[in-house]
């Protein structure tokens, strides 16, 4: 059986704001809640039309602010809500016990109030795991993790820009993973407690996000909104004969300047800026793709499977 995921992280943009440095107060209190209020129902479009249900990564924070009837909704067509940390700290890797504790809490018990059960899977702030925070959620019963982001070019372009920021003397709240993960499993598998990038026999499954086999590159929904049709098949045709494929998309995908985005946020962030009429074409067909040449489920649903020993004569 082969699977194919769609996932969202749902970031706001003062978190955008926070990577590159520009100030939090250029966003007003309706620019900031835009992934929920005006992002989300436009992908839940997308995936009603697609025939997928995706999984939605939220920030426990945003759980009762302005989002909460979306979420609601979200949850009622059959979408999974999943963890996404409670306030997206990009340190939180490198956090204390205690703090680890308290983001996954907190994010359990605000996703709790919105669908009714506890979330069974984790994405980091950031991609960015590590062992302490792989062992928090075997601690707390997590079925997976979906932290892993194998790509090459990402993590160059990453360390680049950071770099860049550092010799101009601005700071970013965002940090460069170990290069370990470059070499992590493209595919599903059980994690090393110690070393998460490794396999090994933790209790639970890493879905890492797909990216092409040799080059590494991500098949994301920043590259599909960004490239030209051509390319984006070529990558497409790369991962397609994948068993596992986890589409990974951001609130941002589908919002563009008429949405009322600063204009010093969309200068950096130039797939922000790109129309999205042309951004909701191309995700509708890669999401139409899916469906037709993958069985798309969630990613609750596709771990319990990879759990399960595969039945006698498969
Ligand atoms: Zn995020």
Redesign the pocket.
């Known amino acids: 059986m082969r699977r194919a995921c769609v996932s969202v992280?749902?970031?706001g943009l003062h978190?955008y704001a926070r990577i590159h440095g520009l100030a939090e107060s250029a966003l007003d209190a309706r620019a900031r809640a835009l992934h929920l209020t005006v992002a989300l129902p436009r992908l839940l479009e997308l995936f009603q039309a697609a025939g997928v249900r995706a999984t939605l990564?939220v920030?426990g924070e945003d759980v009762h602010g302005p989002g909460a009837e979306v979420l609601h909704r979200a949850v009622q067509a059959g979408h999974e809500l999943a963890s996404?940390?409670h306030t997206?700290p990009y340190a939180l890797a490198r956090a204390a016990p205690g703090q680890l504790d308290e983001e996954l809490g907190r994010a359990e018990e605000a996703l709790q109030a919105v669908s009714g059960r506890r979330p069974e899977g984790f994405?980091?702030?950031?991609?960015t795991l590590s062992s302490p925070l792989l062992q928090a959620l075997v601690r707390r019963g997590y079925h997976y993790d979906a932290s892993v982001f194998p790509a090459v070019p990402y993590y160059l372009a990453k360390a680049a820009v950071l770099f860049a920021m550092r010799l101009a003397g601005r700071a970013s709240a965002s940090s460069l993973d170990s290069p370990a993960v470059l070499w992590a499993p493209r595919q599903p598998y059980a994690p090393d407690v110690d070393r998460p990038y490794r396999r090994g026999t933790a209790p639970l499954v890493e879905l890492p996000m797909a990216v092409t086999p040799v080059l590494r590159v991500p098949f994301f929904g920043t590259l599909l909104t960004s490239l030209p049709g051509w390319a984006v098949r070529a990558a497409y045709r790369a991962v397609a004969g994948d068993d596992f494929l986890s589409l990974e998309l951001?609130a941002v995908d589908v919002l563009d300047g008429a949405d009322g985005i600063p204009g010093a946020l969309l200068s950096v962030q130039r797939d922000v800026a790109r129309p999205r009429a042309e951004k909701e074409r191309r995700l509708a067909q890669v999401l139409g793709w899916l469906a037709r040449d993958f069985q798309t489920a969630t990613l609750a649903e596709a771990g319990r499977a990879l759990a399960q020993p595969a039945p006698e004569g498969a």
């Open positions: 992280d749902l970031d978190h990564f920030v996404h940390s997206h994405r980091a702030p950031g991609y951001h």
